[in-house]
């Protein structure tokens, strides 16, 4: 199972940008597809989260600005981001859990990460 995520670029405060996140692979299920950021000197923290019933979890600082959704069919998450701050600027990775693939001869679960991709933003 491989994830590609790609969107991020230089984008001006209060502009806008579309992360996406494709899952490839034998896949038969995938539970929760979700975003985490890391910027330089800190931990890796989770931006916003869906599960595959469309529930979805936002870190409290992206609530109102960022939306969160997937296509189940093309295994894609998205992650729209709107009125975007500095503080935004980080790499962006996308995870999913509870992968269910058919390796070999059988099913098995994993939880898989993306590449990240760059977001700055920045005048």
């Known amino acids: 199972v491989q994830l590609q995520a790609s969107g991020g670029g230089l984008v001006q405060p209060g502009g806008s940008l579309r992360l996406s996140c494709a899952a490839s692979?034998?896949?038969?299920?995938?539970?929760?597809m979700g975003w985490y950021r890391q910027a330089p000197g800190k931990q890796r923290e989770l931006v916003a989260i869906?599960?595959?019933?469309?529930?979805?979890n936002y870190t409290d600082s992206v609530k109102g600005r960022f939306t969160i959704f997937r296509d189940n069919a093309r295994n894609t998450v998205y992650l729209q981001m709107n009125s975007l701050k500095p503080e935004d600027t980080a790499v962006y990775y996308c995870?999913?859990?509870?992968?269910?693939?058919?390796?070999?001869?059988?099913?098995?679960?994993?939880?898989?990460w993306g590449l990240g991709t760059q977001v700055t933003v920045s005048s």
């Open positions: 869906i599960t595959s019933g469309g529930n979805t």
């Open positions: 692979g034998r896949i038969f299920s995938i539970n929760a």
């Open positions: 995870r999913a859990d509870n992968v269910i693939s058919y390796q070999g001869s059988h099913y098995l679960p994993g939880n898989y």
